[in-house]
């Protein structure tokens, strides 16, 4: 069964600072990759879906990330972050095995300081 | 995107006791997925509940636990039963959109359970 991984369980930035947080997956197949996001007191948001194609995505709130299948990894990253940043962050990933449901990391909290 | 409401969006409950949690999807959808975040956690699949058939556990769920209905295309509930403080947790419904395996997952805002 497919895993994903989420190194950094929780990052303190000053804003204006960039950002970069790791995701690596455990699945030999085709593999569809995600990052959501959830603000203090939100649901689940999504920033960017990988599926195919350019290995570079770019999401909403000028967030991109970055597919390396031969590192098994989607890391996500922003140049500068905002205040408004401060969430937490989930990678996820599908495959193909026609199973829908995704497979969560276990979660990064950024907290940017003003 | 979809929209999801679940019911209820939060409630206390005593231990020994069971709650049922509803989830209305604004639009028909084949697939259901129910998932547990226990507090500072991922979120956890539970089940997958598709219309007409009985629902798909995850190892370590089972169905005399948290039993599932799915009457509809358009809704679902989950019962959390005989629950203890290890059940307090938030559970969200979510569904997906879209053909193949790329369709986008969409969340409700979940229901947190809190047993004392």
């Known amino acids: 069964a497919q895993s994903v991984s989420q190194h950094n369980h929780h990052v303190i930035l000053s804003e204006a600072a960039s950002l970069e947080l790791g995701c690596n997956y455990s699945?030999?197949?085709?593999?569809?990759l995600f990052w959501y996001v959830q603000y203090p007191g939100q649901h689940l948001q999504l920033l960017l879906k990988y599926f195919s194609g350019d290995p570079l995505v770019k999401g909403i709130k000028g967030f991109e990330a970055e597919f390396i299948k031969s590192k098994f990894s989607f890391n996500l990253r922003k140049p500068s972050v905002q205040w408004s940043d401060t969430a937490e962050y989930f990678c996820a990933v599908t495959t193909d095995t026609g199973r829908r449901a995704l497979t969560f990391g276990s979660g990064t909290r950024l907290q940017v300081q003003p | 995107s979809a929209v999801i409401s679940q019911k209820p969006s939060r409630d206390i409950c005593q231990r020994g006791t069971s709650l049922t949690i509803q989830c209305q999807v604004d639009s028909q959808v084949t697939m259901m997925f129910w998932y547990r975040q226990q507090p500072g956690q991922s979120l956890t699949l539970i089940a997958t509940?598709?219309?007409?058939?009985?629902?798909?556990?995850e190892s370590g769920f089972v169905i005399d636990k948290f039993p599932i209905s799915r009457p509809n295309l358009t809704f679902s509930t989950l019962t959390v039963s005989n629950m203890s403080p290890e059940d307090s947790s938030i559970y969200l419904c979510s569904v997906t959109r879209g053909t193949g395996v790329t369709g986008e997952l969409f969340f409700g805002e979940g229901s947190r359970l809190t047993v004392l």
């Open positions: 509940a598709n219309q007409g058939s009985e629902a798909t556990y």
């Open positions: 699945y030999g197949g085709t593999v569809n």
